[in-house]
């Protein structure tokens, strides 16, 4: 088993950054896969960022290329979302998920979940 806790979400101006952070404990990240999910109010959960086990491969979705950044730390056992160039777009609950295999892009691809952070983007 797995648990992992999000946090770093909160309110920021459009233009702004936020840095997200996603805590693991019970096995190592190292075993796992790692993304970042999101889901604004009345949409569906979609896929945002994924890393592999070693963080040498990474993969984003189109909205967000060159603006987010994920990284991971297995030493601390900790995944990062480095999200600068905020949009309002953006406002949605982030959720981290880890998955037993590269490179899965949809919810049920993955094994674990956190139970979100808040972030929020004002024009």
């Known amino acids: 088993q797995v648990q992992l806790v999000e946090s770093g979400g909160g309110l920021v101006q459009a233009g702004g950054s936020l840095r997200l952070s996603c805590a693991a404990s019970?096995?190592?990240?190292?075993?796992?896969?790692m993304a970042w999910f999101r889901q604004a109010p009345g949409k569906e959960r979609e896929f945002v960022a994924a890393?592999?086990?070693?963080?040498?491969?990474?993969i984003y979705a189109d909205s967000v290329k060159g603006r987010f950044t994920i990284s991971r730390d297995n030493a601390k056992n900790t995944v990062y979302l480095q999200m600068n160039s905020l949009k309002p777009e953006d406002t949605a609950v982030y959720y981290c998920?880890?998955?037993?295999?590269?490179?899965?892009?949809?919810?049920?691809?993955?094994?674990?979940w956190g139970q979100g952070t808040q972030v929020t983007v004002s024009s």
């Open positions: 019970g096995r190592t990240l190292s075993r796992y896969a």
């Open positions: 998920a880890a998955s037993s295999i590269w490179v899965g892009l949809r919810v049920h691809e993955y094994n674990y």
């Open positions: 890393i592999s086990w070693s963080g040498g491969d990474t």
